[in-house]
């Protein structure tokens, strides 16, 4: 009997899961396979910012149910959530023809393809289907801004975008209780300071086939992987940032390296912290 969780029925394949595999196989097979998970691969400073990311991320869906956003005074980072909140109120503002689905989740199972898609909001409209995503980490230590142009062309090929607008697509009938066609469905990254959206998508067929072989393709290639063989020679530019760099090299994480590290930053998202927890 196999009792690897790769092949069970219930385990579903995340964007982040995937990408972990490519980083490190080893580190996929602990934190996934073997259920180890340590916190001490954010430092203090990347924990507050990326807790201020949070509260934005609650703020903005009790904002879309219609409720109080809880935003008082003694919150962390509550002058940048009080901006953040009145550009996402100037940019969203609810309308009674559109109907609002803020932090929903959609799983779906084709075969191999076991996937799960958290979205930041998901917007149904008359004429589609809107998928946003909030961006809140917007510079790193240096304290440069990102290059919008660059980020918004990596974000477009993400593994994010592939799971989020497949996962929609594939499960769009149970969500909306009728056909959908690829065209009606668009997907947008959005950054609350300054207000601007850094990628803009437009689904169509032939992508939604493109990003089904590939995800396809990844899975399989975890699911067909051979631990025995796993060379750390191979990931080792990914050793640094990685809270098990202690247990393979003997080594803690560089805080301060990471913390300078706009790649690794920009990766750091809601989701990304959400599972590092």
Known sequence: MNNDLRFFNYFLFTQYSISTFEKCPLKFKKRYLEGIKWKSVISEEIKRRSDIGRNFHLMARRYFLGIDTGLTSGIEGYEELSKWLEA??????????????????????????????????????????????????GKS???KPWDDKQKGERLKGSLQTMVYLFVLKEQAQRVVQREIE?????????????????????????????????????????????????????????CLYCEFNWFCNNERVDFQAVEEDEDFLEELDWDSIEELR
């Not at 109120?89 to 009674?96: Q, V």
């Not at 998508?201 to 992987?225: P, R, V």
Request: charged share 30%.
């Open 88 to 137: 996402l109120k100037s940019h969203f503002p609810k309308t009674d023809d559109a109907l609002y689905l803020p932090e929903y989740k959609l799983r779906m199972a084709k075969g191999t393809l076991r996937l799960e898609a958290n979205f930041d909001l998901v917007v149904i409209k008359n004429d589609g289907i809107e998928i946003w995503d909030w961006k809140t980490q």
């Open 182 to 238: 690829c065209s009606d469905i668009r997907m947008f990254y959005w950054h609350p300071d300054p207000a601007r959206i850094l990628a803009e998508i437009n689904y169509s067929d032939e992508i939604h086939e493109q990003f089904g072989q590939a995800l396809k393709s990844k899975i399989d290639g975890i699911l067909q992987y051979d631990y025995e063989s796993f060379d750390k020679e191979l990931y080792k530019k990914n």
């Open 141 to 143: 230590k240096s304290n």
